[in-house]
């Protein structure tokens, strides 16, 4: 791997990042700074409580500016980013795809092509250039990241139940019931067309099982350990 490694300056206490071969390839300048997530080539850079991004080649792609830059390994091609308690979008390079409007905002899949987003109290969907797919997205559940097939894992807010995948209409599309002996306890955002279903049995065993974007199981439960 060619990825950079946080160091830290025992002198001043400040971090920058070297090579594989020991070499300072980001000065010690700065509070704070992250790993590089596994399947990540971007890494996060604090300076007096702002945030900007590093990139593999030691290249400040963002000078420290925003309140708040997303991280994890999930990131896609858009980062969600705060400043001045307003949300948006960059791209890896720095550049605004979607302008800091939003009052909340969610996080792009590595291959989603839609978002939600928080604007005057009303919940929305946006596609990567800022358009609104969908108004008014129904409140009552809680969704996870929305994949390139158009689905995202829901939960009730009230009861906090996995629910199941709802569309971008925010309509449950994908309902998930294995019975009483089997409780769902979280559904995965889709991966090539395959989504990650996790559960507890009846004698407290976590079981896993796969499914496909029309429910169908490509793998039927099975007994599994994290």
């Given at each position: 791997?060619?990825?950079?490694?946080?160091?830290?300056?025992?002198?001043?206490?400040?971090?920058?990042?070297?090579?594989?071969?020991?070499?300072?390839?980001?000065?010690?300048?700065?509070?704070?700074?992250?790993?590089?997530?596994?399947?990540?080539?971007?890494?996060?850079?604090?300076?007096?409580?702002?945030?900007?991004?590093?990139?593999?080649?030691?290249?400040?792609?963002?000078?420290p500016q925003y309140d708040v830059i997303e991280r994890g390994a999930g990131i896609g091609e858009l980062i969600?980013?705060?400043?001045?308690?307003?949300?948006?979008?960059?791209?890896?390079?720095?550049?605004?795809?979607?302008?800091?409007?939003?009052?909340?905002?969610?996080?792009?899949?590595?291959?989603?092509?839609v978002v939600l987003v928080t604007q005057n109290e009303e919940l929305c969907l946006v596609d990567e250039q800022?358009?609104?797919?969908?108004?008014?997205?129904?409140?009552?559940?809680?969704?996870?990241?929305?994949?390139?097939?158009?689905?995202?894992?829901?939960?009730?807010?009230?009861?906090?139940?996995?629910?199941?995948?709802?569309?971008?209409?925010?309509?449950?599309?994908?309902?998930?019931?294995?019975?009483?002996?089997?409780?769902?306890?979280?559904?995965?955002?889709?991966?090539?067309?395959?989504?990650?279903?996790?559960?507890?049995?009846?004698?407290?065993?976590?079981?896993?099982?796969?499914?496909?974007?029309?429910?169908?199981?490509?793998?039927?439960?099975?007994?599994?350990?994290?």
């Amino acid at each position: 791997s060619g990825k950079l490694v946080p160091v830290e300056d025992i002198v001043t206490g400040k971090r920058g990042f070297i090579n594989m071969n020991g070499e300072i390839k980001v000065p010690c300048i700065y509070d704070y700074v992250s790993y590089f997530e596994a399947g990540s080539d971007i890494a996060i850079i604090v300076l007096d409580d702002k945030e900007g991004l590093v990139n593999e080649e030691g290249e400040i792609v963002v000078e420290p500016q925003y309140d708040v830059i997303e991280r994890g390994a999930g990131i896609g091609e858009l980062i969600c980013v705060k400043k001045d308690g307003k949300y948006g979008y960059i791209t890896k390079s720095g550049e605004t795809a979607i302008p800091l409007i939003y009052d909340a905002a969610g996080t792009f899949g590595q291959d989603g092509k839609v978002v939600l987003v928080t604007q005057n109290e009303e919940l929305c969907l946006v596609d990567e250039q800022g358009t609104v797919v969908k108004r008014g997205m129904p409140e009552n559940y809680s969704y996870g990241s929305f994949s390139k097939t158009g689905l995202a894992p829901v939960r009730d807010i009230e009861t906090e139940q996995c629910e199941g995948y709802a569309n971008t209409q925010g309509e449950l599309q994908i309902s998930l019931n294995y019975g009483a002996e089997k409780e769902v306890t979280g559904a995965y955002s889709f991966i090539d067309d395959r989504g990650l279903i996790a559960g507890l049995d009846d004698e407290y065993n976590d079981w896993c099982a796969v499914i496909d974007t029309e429910g169908n199981e490509i793998l039927s439960p099975v007994l599994c350990s994290y």
